[in-house]
């Protein structure tokens, strides 16, 4: 089973700032397995990234994802007031996995 | 436009069997593109993949979770159901269902809103 480790836990930014999100992998995996998810307070989870890096339907260019050996990353460039939520790295291949979470805040 | 609804008690009590039922519209579950699936979320916490299911009734458990879950498809009524056995006050959570595209990579693209179910007596 691959476990994720997101970092950091929180993130107190502004907006209009950049926001850099970090997933690291227990052990190598495809670039192909690695999706990102947005969710905002009393809401499900939102597909934002998939495959490292490629944005889910309407989802803005702000958005964006790449990877570094084991450590994935997401970010956003400018931080909008709707930006501000919880986001989780997901491994999609089986045993299917999620990271703890990092949550944006203001 | 898809839309998933889960459905099912809010309250169980510990030892028993927790069911939930996700209605699918705006798609047919039979379709051969799409998983269907369950993940939950304790208040305050992450996410938990619970189960997947194919319409054919191919199934993919958590291993943690795999010998109390049951994932089961109903094409004439377009839903599918989630069954686990044994509840403690652990399993208290918000349960999703979802739904992935059928390839061994693709993440779930589509949520239904969530619903709560408390494990008390």
């Known amino acids: 089973e691959i476990v994720l480790t997101q970092s950091p836990g929180t993130l107190s930014l502004s907006p209009g700032e950049r926001a850099t999100l970090s997933c690291r992998a227990s052990q190598t995996i495809s670039s192909s397995s690695l999706a990102w998810y947005q969710q905002r307070r009393g809401q499900a989870p939102r597909l934002l990234v998939y495959a490292t890096s490629n944005r889910a339907t309407g989802i803005p260019d702000r958005f964006s994802g790449s990877v570094s050996g084991t450590d994935f990353s997401l970010t956003i460039s400018r931080l909008e007031p709707e930006d501000f939520a919880v986001y989780y790295c997901?491994?999609?291949?089986?045993?299917?996995?999620f990271g703890g979470g990092t949550k944006v805040e203001i | 436009q898809l839309h998933l609804q889960e459905s099912g008690p809010g309250l169980v009590k510990p030892s028993e069997t927790l069911s939930l039922t996700c209605t699918v519209s705006?798609?047919?579950?039979?379709?051969?593109?799409?998983?269907w699936g369950w993940l939950r979320q304790p208040p305050g916490r992450g996410l938990e993949w619970i189960a997947t299911s194919y319409y054919n009734g191919n199934t993919y458990y958590n291993p943690s979770l795999k010998s109390r879950v049951s994932i089961s498809v109903d094409t004439s009524k377009n839903q599918f159901s989630l069954k686990l056995t044994s509840v403690t006050a652990t399993d208290t959570a918000i349960y999703y269902c979802?739904?992935?595209?059928?390839?061994?990579?693709?993440?779930?693209?589509?949520w239904g809103q969530g619903t709560l179910v408390t494990v008390s007596s």
């Open positions: 979802a739904r992935r595209l059928y390839y061994d990579t693709s993440p779930f693209d589509s």
């Open positions: 705006g798609g047919s579950i039979k379709s051969s593109s799409y998983y």
């Open positions: 997901h491994h999609v291949t089986l045993p299917l996995t």
